[in-house]
């Protein structure tokens, strides 16, 4: 009974019935909440009892032995009680005498795990199992698990191993041979139930799991149990809850035999944590509420970071290079903005590493963080911190993504949580080559925080690349309550999108179709409906949708695109409420007011004014989102135009939603044709077509289903033309067939509304949808046969209709024509009665700025006549300063000139007057030294003078009379030569003096003139380029 079949047969068969729980994070609904169960486990510790066990084999005694201590599964309420209490043999055997089992010698023991990824327990018994149709009801397990509960008499006793990670196998194992009996896969598990406390089923419990490898021949199956102790249900139940619940993790010593001998990995915990100024000189810490911190605006604060390694090799942190912040999350590092670090350095006990630094968050980068968010939204922020690390040459950043709430500065709270947010990184490394063992040199190959790894474990990150012109890295994650299997619908854009491509041919095919087609837009290559067929590349989806729709160069709707926004619309009010219902699992979508909101309502207003016939209809928003996800907003508008006009989608939309009655009777007839069955119990039911298929028509199945489905039924539809939805409804109904018949009405109805799309959350599932919508028998032929039938139809309930009431309806729709018309004409009116009252006050203002531009004309013209009077005063000025100036030149250059013609005679008069002076002295030294020779040579004047020629006595007193008259006038004309020769010199200075003067005069004068004239030259200049500047601005 060993179910034996692969991961991939389940996705394709049980998935598609939308019973098998998702990949990598199933979860199991469980009859009654946690809480209960944990209650009853508590409870259940008030009681002293003992466990016995049930001999087993010597294998599995040594096995469970020697495990026991290390397997035992921490985060099991079952095993803390199971440690701690025990119940005697007394009382368990009081217990199943008191409920008429004999005693086996079994009870629950301690779960163990013989292989180290299960837990075991004894004491249960297997009752045997039934076919269910409706494998998640609890009224048919309850029915199943009385019946067997009261009638089995094929009761085996079984040890019951539950493995510890939702991707093992449920194993009922033989108590003496401890051999496999039957087995389950978790992920095949659909429903848990206990039985009810106050019935004899208390003790029993039973889970449904699907069998069979199609969705054809897929069966369901419901296993009951019983246990010994009433109190054991609960601990199995919390047991497996706990199993769906743990997604698995690689063991440590697989994931280091699974690096190469120069990897390593190691694992950092960072921690986070806000501190904010408290008004008194002290920083405090900022309260988080769900890994969302509460911050006040306008308030300085602290950033701490503390970062531990968890690995047994410690790298040796240096120092830290940088401390980084940025709002938003998906950050590049270009964007993060440095902040102050404070200090850095080891804790007291060496085991962590702290950075702090200071954050102000008034600086205009961080506006976002500094304003106060609204009631119900967040704001994401990224912290990075780099690290210097021993042996590593580039630093190392870790970077960790939060949530924020901004709070007004006054505000205060009262119960929060102080503890700081942590991280775990993965850092693998790549040891160097030719780097000493003792000075290990690593390379950095990939650093990844453990949300990261969560979500690509899970399936849950969304690498959708809409457009280069659009913002880069959109992503979609899924809420983990998308993936539960309760009664809430499917949230509009939820569902992971994969823009890789494993077949490299499909990537070639592509390539080769579109520079094809690229040549000549006019033609499309005949390989494009093939290859459409298979799905197009997401990186693709946005060019080769606007090939398809023929809108690739569309020059006219691009402009009326541009014109429309600017216009407003009747239909404002309806396409604001719809906006906040369209892919609210998306983030691109999700924040009210956002880039993807703000697109997505210029795009429906846009619409609903090019289209006044149509405008808005409620829906169209989810065909415009999922256009807005591959292409920029003008492009998706031409391709939303295409679709509503050239494929007729607008159709359905006129006259009162004919068209789309017609698509519900074609529906219905292709039921009836190739699904007779599900016709008849939809006919039985009184369950007609547009009340679960109307949507599908009017959105393209948008507005419920997948994202990877969306994209891929819109590949089809603009590939295939609209008949394609019939495709694809039916498909959807074959597949579903043998669901929808085993539902009542209002089974049906919540089925296509919230199971249905569930179904097709796995990609495989959707892919093997589309392949049988292609291959379902819908032809033109049919389609214009079903047609006319409804035609004739419609005409016979006209002719058999009453004259009077076709008439009264005829005339109520003529009344309702009638008053669109008149809304129509108001609308005109009033329209013609704004564009009246706005080109009144346009002319009012342009004949006010006329006027003002013919005052500043006189003004411009008075001044332009002032101007040219200052010029010709100024020139008149310069004239006559040029002629003074010139006269004055005259004037000086002569007296230079008779200046210096007196100084040459006055330099020839003193240079004869010297050399007469020389002369005459001469003649005198001649003459002084002949006479004291004289005097010499006589005997009794001879003494009169020394050996040097000197005068002895110098009282003699000379006769006038003997004094020489020659030498007396010689004396007198040398004293009048030295006057006359003083003064000469004097008046040579003098006049040196005065030629100065008339220099510095002559320069001054000339300064002025030239000054005088650059100013009246740039004055006159000036004023001819403003009046001409004046005068063209009046033209």
């Not at 890994?291 to 968890?310: A, E, G, P």
């Not at 332009?864 to 010139?886: F, G, H, I, N």
């Not at 000469?984 to 030239?1010: F, G, M, P, R, Y």
């Amino acid at each position: 009974m060993e179910d034996t079949v692969s991961r991939s047969s389940v996705e394709s068969s049980s998935t598609g019935e939308d019973f098998v729980m998702v990949n990598g994070d199933p979860k199991l609904k469980i009859t009654g909440d946690i809480n209960d169960i944990n209650e009853e486990i508590t409870d259940d510790s008030s009681i002293d009892f003992k466990m016995a066990s049930t001999p087993i084999s010597p294998d599995m005694s040594d096995s469970c032995t020697s495990n026991q201590p290390d397997h035992v599964i921490p985060s099991s309420q079952s095993v803390d009680v199971l440690n701690t209490h025990k119940v005697s043999n007394m009382n368990s055997s009081m217990d199943e005498s008191k409920s008429g089992i004999p005693d086996r010698g079994r009870s629950v023991s301690l779960p163990v795990t013989p292989n180290g990824d299960a837990t075991i327990f004894h004491g249960v018994t297997y009752l045997g199992c039934a076919t269910v149709n409706a494998p998640r009801s609890e009224v048919e397990i309850y029915r199943n698990m009385a019946v067997l509960n009261e009638q089995s008499q094929m009761s085996i006793p079984v040890i019951l191993s539950v493995p510890s990670t939702s991707e093992g196998i449920v194993r009922l194992l033989d108590p003496t041979t401890n051999s496999d009996i039957a087995s389950y896969r978790i992920h095949r598990i659909l429903f848990c139930a206990r039985g009810p406390t106050d019935s004899n089923e208390r003790r029993c419990f039973a889970f449904t799991c699907s069998h069979g490898d199609t969705a054809e021949t897929t069966i369901f199956q419901c296993h009951v149990f019983r246990c010994d102790l009433p109190e054991a249900v609960a601990k199995v139940l919390y047991c497996f809850a706990t199993t769906f619940r743990r997604v698995p993790k690689q063991p440590r010593s697989e994931s280091i035999s699974s690096l190469s001998d120069s990897e390593q990995k190691f694992i950092f915990s960072v921690g986070l944590e806000f501190k904010e100024d408290d008004s008194r000189g002290n920083f405090s810490t900022v309260p988080r509420d769900k890994s969302c911190f509460k911050l006040r605006c306008n308030m300085d604060k602290k950033i701490i970071i503390t970062v531990q390694q968890n690995s047994l090799l410690e790298l040796k942190i240096e120092r830290c290079f940088g401390l980084l912040l940025s709002p938003g999350r998906n950050v590049k590092h270009g964007d993060m903005q440095l902040i102050e670090m404070e200090c850095m350095g080891n804790s007291n006990d060496g085991k962590s590493y702290i950075i702090s630094g200071h954050w102000d968050p008034t600086e205009p980068s961080f506006t976002v963080l500094n304003s106060e968010t609204e009631k119900d939204n967040r704001v994401f922020l990224t912290i990075a911190v780099d690290l210097v690390i021993s042996g590593i040459q580039e630093p190392v950043r870790f970077a960790i993504e939060t949530k924020a709430k901004i709070f007004p500065q006054t505000e205060r709270f009262w119960y929060f949580t102080k503890k700081p947010h942590y991280e775990q990184f993965h850092l693998k490394l790549k040891q160097m080559e030719g780097s000493m063992p003792c000075e290990s040199k690593y390379e950095v190959i990939t650093v990844e925080s453990q949300t990261e790894i969560d979500r690509k474990k899970t399936g849950l990150g969304l690498g959708l690349t809409t457009s280069k012109h659009l913002h880069e890295d959109i992503q979609t994650p899924q809420e983990p309550d998308e993936e539960s299997d309760g009664d809430e619908p499917l949230l509009s854009g939820s569902g992971a999108v994969s823009k890789d491509v494993t077949d490299e041919n499909i990537l070639e095919a592509w390539h080769d179709v579109l520079t094809k087609w690229h040549q000549n837009l006019s033609m499309r290559p005949k390989q494009v409906s093939t290859l459409a067929r298979k799905g197009i590349p997401e990186a693709l989806r946005g060019e080769v949708w606007q090939l398809l729709a023929g809108c690739d160069n569309n020059i006219e709707l691009l402009e009326a695109y541009r014109i429309l926004i600017t216009k407003e619309s009747p239909n404002e009010q309806v396409i604001l409420r719809d906006i906040n219902r369209t892919f609210p699992a998306h983030d691109f979508f999700k924040e009210s007011g956002g880039v993807g909101q703000d697109s997505l309502y210029k795009i429906s207003k846009a619409y609903s004014v090019y289209d006044e016939e149509v405008g808005y209809c409620q829906g169209l928003s989810f065909l415009a989102a999922a256009l807005l996800l591959h292409m920029p907003e003008e492009q998706a508008f031409c391709v939303l135009v295409k679709i509503m006009f050239d494929y007729g989608l607008r159709d359905l939309f006129k006259q009162g939603f004919e068209e789309l009655h017609l698509k519900f009777y074609q529906i219905q007839r292709f039921m009836h044709d190739l699904l007779p069955d599900l016709y008849n119990h939809f006919m039985d039911m009184g369950l007609e077509a547009h009340m679960f298929a109307s949507q599908w028509f009017l959105t393209l199945f948008t507005a419920k289903f997948p994202l990877h489905m969306v994209f891929h039924v819109l590949d089809l539809y603009l590939s295939e033309g609209k008949d394609v939805i019939f495709n694809i409804a039916l498909a959807l109904l074959k597949m579903s067939r043998k669901d929808l018949l085993a539902l009542d009405f209002e089974g049906v109805l919540k089925y296509f509304r919230v199971h249905l799309p569930k179904r097709y959350r796995s990609e495989d599932t959707a892919k093997e949808l589309l392949l049988t919508a292609i291959g379902m028998k819908v032809t033109v032929k049919r389609l214009k046969k079903y047609e006319k039938e409804y035609l004739a139809q419609k005409e016979q309930e006209l002719q058999q209709e009453d004259p009077s009431e076709r008439i009264q309806r005829e005339n109520y729709r003529l009344q309702e024509e009638n008053l669109r018309l008149e809304q129509e004409n108001d609308d005109l009116a009033h329209e013609l009665v704004t564009s009246k009252l706005t080109l009144s006050n346009n002319l009012e203002l342009s004949e006010i700025r006329c006027d003002q531009l013919e005052k500043d004309c006189d003004q411009t013209k008075k001044m332009l006549t002032e101007l040219e009077e200052e010029k010709r005063r100024l020139e008149l000025e310069s004239q006559q300063v040029k002629e003074m100036c010139r006269r004055e030149l005259d004037r000086t250059e002569s007296e230079i000139n008779r200046n210096s013609a007196i100084i040459n005679d006055y330099k020839q008069i003193c240079s004869q007057l010297s050399e007469r002076l020389e002369k005459q002295q001469t003649a005198s030294k001649e003459e002084v030294q002949r006479i004291k020779n004289l005097v010499k040579s006589c005997d009794s004047c001879g003494n009169l003078f020394d050996d040097c020629g000197k005068l002895k006595i110098c009282d003699i007193k000379m006769d006038p009379e003997d004094i020489n008259p020659t030498i007396v006038e010689l004396e007198r004309q040398v004293r009048e030569l030295e006057l006359e020769l003083a003064q000469t010199k004097l008046a040579l200075v003098e006049s040196q003096c005065k030629t100065q003067d008339l220099t510095h005069q002559l320069n001054a004068t000339i300064s002025e003139l030239q000054a005088s004239k650059n100013t009246w030259f740039q004055k006159t200049i000036t004023s001819f380029r403003e009046a001409t500047a004046k005068k063209d601005i009046k033209e």
